[in-house]
Structure formats: structure tokens, C-alpha cells
């Protein structure tokens, strides 16, 4: 790999995989490590630069995986410790970087952790869980899957007591008030960096310690953990990246940036919500309140800024207004509703407008902080409300026209999950292959803005960002700055075209070029700069000084 930069993530573009979802080696109809491997290249020629993988773990699979029954092995559906490896090593040799998810909180209850801590009221496992004989404990803690959960708390008819759980009742919360557990779950992530890991993408870290009184969210106690796991692996591992699932309020989030010394990255949960309500209302000021809510952030930090994952598109963080706006908006049939969110991919939630989907990328590559991509959304792909939980949006990737769209040569019925066949995502026309081999392809177009984007990195991944002020509401209008390299990024949330009047005073002289054709604009004078921008259109461009203040070397 290139010479290790600590501050490597903030240059990064991160694309997440489910590996059961990506590619199928062996006919069996799920996606593999091995299969993985064979696609490393079209992930290099795509344009990103670390891959985070969704739990692979042995487990039940009732969650996804998100249910572990041990830390230490690859569910066998996926592979082996050494196809794990192999994949380390071949995503090595491309200069491509893997994170794998952390489940912390919480494991399966078939996990012989929990099956022995139930068994015996004695056993040295049974504070590894919090128990009680009441389910009227930490009363003031959120349910967080409503559809399905009514309490945080299941009776456990071996253990005859209750157990927590802020997610499913089959994913006994993990009691970190004992030591113990919070050993074990260091030992894990030390087990996972020696072979080779580059870090993690930590699930639902809010919830770690509970305590009455109090939400059982964010706690000091929780905070501290986390910083001693950053400083464990500060010290023995360096160069990896410790990325933060806290799906919160902007200061509660910012909170597990600590002083630069619990995550190097948290998702920004806040703002993901925000960019649909502003495409929605064609206003820019949801995204400038945001952005200006999530920053400033400590300098070796970064934002994981992405627009749809895994998960429905939650809406946890909104108020309830805003979150009728958004059903109202982006879910109408009940069926794409799922908990407080949207269970759709990003085509279809924004109708597959082809220029809306651009002005999300163009936004998502551009707003400070690290761009992650889902897996599948650079074709635009489909999902299926009719598949439970969220499946419809797991669905097998597609690779080519041919059956079961290239993802696995099993019989169809075979397949983890169908593929899409609605007529306006069908794989047969919304696959890899077909899409590589049509120039104007969405795919292509954000190939090329990947490769754009990677010139300009340090800019958009480290620069400052200044909102340039317009009478026009339905405009937001960025500049990214860094080390003299200045960028102006404008973007017309509206349906129809605008027409705005820039004060580019500070820049008299320079020349505006388009960043994706490097075709100069004219350069800006005296008067107020004058730009027109299609419906939903948006523009990235250059400042060049003039010729005589040119630096010599500069990041062109
Ligand atoms: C996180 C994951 C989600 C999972 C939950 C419980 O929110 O993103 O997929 O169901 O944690 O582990
Ligand atoms: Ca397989």
C-alpha cells in the first residue's frame, strides 16, 4: 500500500458491501468472500477507496448477521478465515481498504455467551447480560423497532428473568458494566486488525451502558469505553479507522469525536434526512442549517456523509413534521414504510429522475466529509417493498443480463433473494455490464465524477466549506477551499431552471472552470457574476487565478 497517511479516511470514498449480496463463487446462491474477490476490480475501476462489509460473522442470520453467534469465525454460507484473508491481501494489492462491521452491543441468543449465562444463575457468563425480574427498569429508554418490539425488555423462561434489548428479542444486549465483557469485545476487535482489517464500522454505539433515569443513550460511561478502545487501538494498530453508527441529534453525534480521541468518523445522520427534505421543498436552507449544525469538527475528524444504506432511511432524528413531510414525499404505499423510516433504495425513491439522481451525487461528493456509496446504487438499482424487514433493499447485485442478472449461476429459486424484474429496473437493462457499454450511463457519469472527485480529494475531503449567500432560495451555493485551491459548487434544488446573481467580489479576475470538462467560463469582473442553471442541475467548477498569480504547482 501507498506510504500509510494516519488521516488516510479523509480522502476516501467508501462503498458498502453485504457480502451475501455481492457476488455468488459457488453457485449456492449467496454471495461469498471468494466472490467478492473476483470483483475487487470493477470496485477499483469504479473509483472508491475502501470497502466497509456488513457483519460475516457465524450467526442465526435473523438479522442479517447483525445477530452473532461467534466473533470468531465466517458464517459458512461467506467463506473461510482464509478467504478472509485473501480478500485482505488482493484489496491490499489494489490500494483498496476494507472495514468490517463491529457489532458491540448487542449478540445473538444463540451465542454460547448467552446460552450459558441463561442456563445457571451461577455461571460466571450470567452478568454478561443485563437481567432483571422487573421489565419496569430503565423505563425511559426508547423502543427502536417499533413494528416488531412492544418492551427493551423479553422474559427468559430457561433464565426466569428478563433480559435488555434495544434491538430485536433475539439480540441480548451485552452488559459492559462488566469488565469482563468490555475484554472480550477488545480481544475481538484485536483478533479481526491483526489479520489485516482496517478498521471498523462500530454498530449502534449509543446504547452500550444504560442507567435509570436517563435514555440509555450517550452515556458518560459509553463515552469513556469508547475512548479506550480508540486508545487500545491507536497504540497497537495504527493507520485504522474507527468509524461511529449514532444515529442522533447533531450534538450528541459530534459528542463521539470526543478531542480527537474516540471515533475518527461518525455518519452524519442529521444531514441524510435533510438533503431529501430540501429536494422535496426545493429549498437549499435544510442542508445549510445542517451543515452549519455538524461543523465545526476537530481537524483529524471526518463526517461519513451518504444518502442511503442497508437500513430504512431513518427518520429517528427529524421532527414529527418533517417526518410526515417525508412519508408524505418518499413512502406512499405503507409497505415502504418500515420503524420511523423509508425502506426504498435511492432510484426509486426519487422516482429514478436521472438528473435528480445526479445532484444527490453531486452533493453527496462535494459536502464536507467522506462520500459513502451503497452497494448497487450506481446502477440505479430497484428494490422490492414486498420482501420482509430490509430485504427489498439487499437484493443480489447486478452484474449482466443474464440470469439472475450474473449474480449466481444456482437455479433462480435458489437465490437468497430475488432479483428486480420490475419493468423500470429490470436487471436485464440496469446491470454492470450493459450499463459500462452505454457512454451516457448513469453508471459512467458517476464513474466519471468519481475520478473528478479523486483529483480534487484533499479539497473536498479536508478543505472548509463557506455557504455563498443568493436572494435565490431554491440555490445552494458552496465554496470548498484548501491550501489555495478554491471551488465553487452550485446546486438548483428547484424543478424548473434558475437564474443567479453571484458577489464574487473576492475573486475578481479569476475564471470559473467546469471541473468535469475543464471548459472555462467567462472570467469573473466587476459586476456581479451571472450563472443559469438547469432544473435540478448543478455545476462544479475551478477558480483559476489569474495568470500572473498562478501558483506553479498547484493540485491540478
Ligand atoms: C444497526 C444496523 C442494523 C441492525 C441493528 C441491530 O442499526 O445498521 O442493520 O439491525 O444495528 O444490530
Ligand atoms: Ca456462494
Known amino acids: 500500500m501507498n506510504p500509510p497517511d494516519p488521516r488516510w479516511y479523509k480522502d476516501a470514498v467508501l462503498y458498502e458491501i453485504p457480502v451475501k449480496s455481492f457476488y455468488d463463487s459457488n453457485g449456492d446462491g449467496i454471495g461469498d468472500l471468494p466472490g467478492l474477490v473476483q470483483k475487487l476490480d470493477y470496485l477499483k475501476d469504479l473509483g472508491v477507496d475502501c470497502l466497509w462489509l456488513l457483519p460475516f460473522y457465524q450467526s442465526p442470520l435473523k438479522d442479517d448477521g447483525y445477530d452473532i453467534s461467534d466473533y470468531y469465525r465466517i458464517h459458512p454460507d461467506l467463506g473461510t478465515l482464509e478467504d478472509f484473508d485473501r480478500l485482505i491481501e ?7 481498504r476494507v472495514i468490517a462491521d463491529l457489532v458491540l452491543n448487542h449478540v445473538s441468543d444463540q451465542h454460547p455467551w448467552f446460552q450459558e449465562a441463561r442456563a445457571d444463575p451461577a455461571s460466571p457468563r450470567r452478568p454478561w447480560f443485563v437481567w432483571s425480574d422487573t421489565d419496569r427498569k430503565y423505563a425511559g429508554t426508547r423502543i427502536i423497532f417499533l413494528d416488531s418490539e412492544r418492551s427493551n425488555w423479553t422474559w427468559d423462561p430457561v ?6 434489548h434495544r434491538f430485536y428479542s433475539h439480540q441480548p444486549d451485552l452488559n459492559y458494566d462488566h469488565p469482563p465483557v468490555r475484554e472480550a469485545m477488545k480481544e475481538v476487535i484485536r483478533f ?6 482496517d478498521g471498523f464500522r462500530c454498530d449502534a454505539v449509543p446504547y452500550l451502558f444504560e442507567a435509570e433515569g436517563t435514555s440509555s443513550e450517550n452515556l458518560p460511561a459509553t463515552h469513556a469505553y469508547l475512548k479506550e478502545l480508540r486508545r487500545m487501538v491507536d497504540s497497537e494498530f495504527p493507520n485504522r479507522v474507527l468509524l461511529a453508527e449514532a444515529n442522533q441529534w447533531p ?11 474516540e471515533f475518527h468518523m461518525a455518519f452524519n445522520f442529521p444531514l441524510m ?17 445542517l451543515v452549519a449544525q455538524t461543523l465545526p469538527i476537530p481537524a483529524s475528524c471526518a463526517w461519513g456523509v451518504f444518502l442511503r444504506n442497508h437500513d430504512e432511511l431513518t427518520l429517528e432524528m427529524v421532527t414529527d413534521e418533517e417526518r410526515d413531510f417525508m412519508y408524505h414525499e418518499y413512502a406512499k404505499h405503507p409497505k415502504m414504510r418500515l420503524n420511523l423510516g423509508i425502506r426504498r433504495r435511492l432510484a426509486p425513491l426519487v422516482d429514478d429522475d436521472r438528473r435528480v439522481m445526479e445532484l444527490l451525487h453531486g452533493l453527496l461528493l462535494s459536502l464536507p466529509g467522506v462520500p459513502i456509496l451503497y452497494y448497487g446504487d450506481e446502477l440505479g438499482m430497484g428494490d422490492n417493498i414486498y420482501l420482509g424487514d430490509r430485504a427489498g433493499v439487499r437484493t443480489p447485485m447486478q452484474w449482466s443480463p443474464d440470469r439472475n442478472a450474473g449474480f449466481s449461476r444456482a437455479d433462480p429459486e435458489q437465490l437468497y433473494a430475488p432479483v428486480i424484474i420490475n419493468p423500470n429496473f429490470h ?21 466519471r465524477q468519481l475520478r473528478v472527485r479523486r483529483r480534487y480529494s484533499k479539497v473536498f475531503g479536508r478543505g472548509t466549506i463557506e455557504f455563498i449567500d443568493t ?12 491550501e489555495g485551491t478554491e471551488l465553487l459548487c452550485l446546486f438548483n434544488l428547484a424543478r424548473a431552471p434558475s437564474a443567479v446573481e453571484l458577489d464574487l467580489s473576492g475573486f475578481r479576475g479569476y475564471t ?5 470538462s475543464e471548459a472555462p467560463f467567462p472570467p469573473i469582473g466587476e459586476l456581479p457574476y451571472f450563472l443559469t442553471l438547469a432544473e435540478r442541475g448543478f455545476y462544479w467548477f475551478r477558480l483559476d487565478p489569474p495568470a500572473a498569480s498562478r501558483p506553479d504547482d498547484g493540485p491540478r
Open 90 to 96: 488482493e484489496a491490499h494489492r489494489r490500494e483498496l
Open 471 to 482: 436572494p435565490h432560495p431554491k440555490v445552494l451555493i458552496y465554496r470548498r477551499s484548501f
Open 512 to 516: 470559473p472552470v467546469e471541473m468535469v
Open 192 to 197: 479481526w486488525l491483526r489479520r489485516g482489517l
Open 273 to 289: 434526512p435533510r438533503i431529501f427534505i430540501a429536494l422535496a421543498k426545493e429549498s437549499a436552507l435544510p442542508i445549510r442549517e
Open 427 to 447: 436487471f436485464e437493462s440496469r446491470n454492470v455490464e450493459s450499463l459500462r457499454r452505454m457512454p451516457p450511463s448513469f453508471l459512467n457519469w458517476l464513474i
Open 159 to 164: 433464565a426466569k428473568q428478563y433480559f435488555w
Open 251 to 261: 450534538s450528541d453525534v459530534k459528542a463521539y469525536f470526543g478531542e480527537e480521541d
